[in-house]
């Protein structure tokens, strides 16, 4: 499982899978969700704009994704 840190949340689902690379577009990212393709703390997920939080773990394309916020110091 890999750690995926966000710096503030929610986040849609389909930018989170164009933002790291699991699909090469935002409209592809929206069709593999629409196909029943991943899944969202174990359950398929069919909701494109669904709202991603720490602690969530997305699986797509046999990556599995933990969701932190990550701690930004100055």
């Known amino acids: 499982m890999r750690n995926v840190e966000i710096s503030e949340e ?3 689902l389909y ?3 164009k933002f ?3 699909a090469s577009s935002g409209g592809e990212a929206k069709h593999v969700i629409a196909e029943g ?3 969202l ?3 398929l997920e069919t909701q494109k704009r669904k709202k991603i939080v720490v602690g969530d773990i997305v699986e797509f ?3 599995k994704i933990c969701i ?3 701690s930004e110091s100055d």
């Open 10 to 12: 929610p986040i849609e």
């Open 15 to 17: 930018k989170l899978l």
């Open 20 to 22: 790291e690379n699991l």
């Open 37 to 39: 393709l991943v899944k």
């Open 41 to 43: 703390n174990g359950r």
């Open 61 to 63: 394309a046999g990556e």
């Open 68 to 70: 932190r916020l990550s």
